[in-house]
Structures are given as structure tokens and as C-alpha cells.
T-cell receptor, first 115, second 111 residues
Framework: DAGVIQSPRHEVTEMGQEVTLRCKPISGHNSLFWYRQTMMRGLELLIYFNNNVPIDDSGMPEDRFSAKMPNASFSTLKIQPSEPRDSAVYFC?????????????FGPGTRLTVT | DQQVKQNSPSLSVQEGRISILNCDYTNSMFDYFLWYKKYPAEGPTFLISISSIKDKNEDGRFTVFLNKSAKHLSLHIVPSQPGDSAVYFCAAGGSQGNLIFGKGTKLSVKP
């Protein structure tokens, strides 16, 4: 079975450019989560969706970040414009049942470097 | 303010010995706790969990202990193996299904 798929795996971009990270959750999973991992702050929840609806985006750092989930099999996290401090590993995770299953299945992550 | 804290950024243990990873939390409303393991260049993978109504859960070499009065949980790995070398994240589950993670502890098991 395919796990959570993220693309690209690595992204290097210049400050000011738009960056789009993509995620395909496990088929049948109803909740999707976006995380950011940095040395200083560890693994932070940015936003999560239940049944394609954003539930909590309080972790989104600022208006430069936006996330969408147009359907059950696809989500994007966009940063516009990107800044060097956005450099981190971004993970997407999904769970089978909205609100009741805490075991999250993580993708391999996208390592973002903003120069 | 961190709701889930892993105060030891790293731990080194000899192969065959016990590894004990610790985690503290501040919110008494958490009702589920999990440990995740992460290898370099991979996403975290679920290891073991415990409900707040229990104080111990065991799965093979891995045991998680929960002390609700102290708001403390620990992961015991016995015996430790070199393949256990990874970063271990403690996480706590809230009522909405989201998880709050600690910053992780890097475990090194030396042969």
C-alpha cells in the first residue's frame, strides 16, 4: 500500500519566490495535517483538515502561508513570498478517522531551503 | 509555551542495556499519548501509544509508562539495539484529534 506521498522531496528557492508543497494522503483517510520541523522549535503543527475542511490553522506562522485541500486525495501548502527563515522540513500526515484516531501516518517530508 | 516537553535532546546507551526516554506535559486534558520514531530523511513512524486511563502499555521491547499525577510519561526500550538509534518524539492527543509533539530526543545505541 502506498503511504503518504509528498512532493517535491527537496526544494531550493530564492527569497521572494513562491513555493508550493504537495501531499497525497493515504486513500480513505479523512484527516490531514501539515507540520514543520526545525531544530529550534521541533515538530510544529501548522494546520489540519477534517474531511477536506480546515479545522485549526492557528499554527500557520503568518499570512504568507496558506493551505488548501480541494479534495480527499490532495492538499497543498503554499508560501508566498518565501523567506530564509522558512527553511525547514515540512511533513504531511493523515489519519483514518477524523477526530478519533490519533495515530498519524507521516510522509517522507519536503526539505525546503530558501536562500 | 510548550505543552509537551522532552528535556533531554540526546541519550547514549550501550547495546543490550535499557534506554529510558522521558516526556513531561502540562495539559491535564490530554487523553492519549504516543511515541514516534524518526530516522534521518524519513517521516516519523508510530511506535507505541497509551490512553490516559492506563498507566502502562507494553509491545515487545517497548513499554510506555504514564504517571498522570506527575504529568510524566516515559518510554523504555529493553534491550536496546543499534537499530533503535533514531530521534524519538513524544506526542499528546487532544479532544479534536490533533497531536502536540515534543522536540524529540536523539537516541544513540552503541554496539
Amino acid at each position: 500500500d502506498a503511504g503518504v506521498i509528498q512532493s517535491p522531496r527537496h526544494e531550493v528557492t530564492e527569497m521572494g519566490q513562491e513555493v508550493t508543497l504537495r501531499c497525497k494522503p493515504i486513500s480513505g483517510h479523512n484527516s490531514l495535517f501539515w507540520y514543520r520541523q526545525t531544530m529550534m522549535r521541533g515538530l510544529e503543527l501548522l494546520i489540519y483538515f477534517n474531511n477536506n475542511v480546515p479545522i485549526d490553522d492557528s499554527g500557520m506562522p503568518e499570512d504568507r502561508f496558506s493551505a488548501k485541500m480541494p479534495n480527499a486525495s490532495f492538499s497543498t501548502l503554499k508560501i508566498q513570498p518565501s523567506e530564509p527563515r522558512d527553511s525547514a522540513v515540512y511533513f504531511c500526515a493523515s489519519t483514518p478517522v477524523a477526530g478519533f484516531s490519533y495515530e498519524q501516518y507521516f510522509g517522507p517530508g519536503t526539505r525546503l531551503t530558501v536562500t | 509555551d510548550q505543552q509537551v516537553k522532552q528535556n533531554s535532546p540526546s541519550l547514549s546507551v550501550q547495546e543490550g542495556r535499557i534506554s529510558i526516554l522521558n516526556c513531561d506535559y502540562t495539559n491535564s486534558m490530554f487523553d492519549y499519548f504516543l511515541w514516534y520514531k524518526k530516522y534521518p530523511a524519513e517521516g516519523p513512524t508510530f511506535l507505541i501509544s497509551i490512553s490516559s486511563i492506563k498507566d502502562k502499555n507494553e509491545d515487545g521491547r517497548f513499554t510506555v509508562f504514564l504517571n498522570k499525577s506527575a504529568k510524566h510519561l516515559s518510554l523504555h526500550i529493553v534491550p536496546s539495539q543499534p537499530g533503535d538509534s533514531a530521534v524519538y518524539f513524544c506526542a499528546a492527543g487532544g479532544s479534536q484529534g490533533n497531536l502536540i509533539f515534543g522536540k524529540g530526543t536523539k537516541l544513540s545505541v552503541k554496539p
